[in-house]
């Protein structure tokens, strides 16, 4: 994570700190942020996330929170097919259902589109907010 915020905002930052705004409005939500974090490609994640919405949007609820959670607090690798399986069963969903899905390329689309429309909103992470899309 150290070398991705140098790499992104050209200076190192030590979120790790208690005093850190991050973490103290984290630990107002009641999450508590490990470091340090792998900064990892979150595509299969975010197909995860459209699969599960599929299955209905408890189950995608679910996936969602547990993502963050095993990310954030945890520091899993939420790249990996084998933690996404874990995820998806802790949510309720079929665990060999799902690594058949992850074979495929199925979402991969959809999410690189998604992904394109919020970096044109300037979107560079999650999760975000939109308060107000258009409207007066």
């Not at 070398?3 to 005093?19: A, F, P």
């Not at 942020?33 to 189950?59: C, W």
Request: aromatic share 10%; no cysteine.
């Amino acid at each position: 994570l150290d070398d991705y915020i140098l790499r992104v905002y050209g200076r190192k930052m030590d979120l790790s700190t208690s005093d850190h705004p991050l973490n103290q409005a984290g630990s107002k939500a009641g999450i508590t942020f490990a470091y340090p974090r792998l900064v990892v490609n979150t595509m299969k994640s975010h197909r995860l996330v459209e699969y599960a919405g599929i299955q209905g949007a408890d189950f995608q609820d679910k996936v969602i929170e547990l993502l963050f959670s095993r990310y954030f607090e945890n520091l899993e690798d939420i790249s990996s097919s084998d933690v996404l399986i874990k995820i998806a069963e802790d949510a309720g969903l079929n665990g060999a259902q799902t690594l058949e899905f992850l074979k495929t390329e199925q979402y991969k689309s959809e999410v690189a589109q998604q992904y394109e429309a919020a970096k044109r909103m300037r979107i560079s992470g999650v999760p975000h907010f939109i308060i107000s899309k258009g409207t007066k």
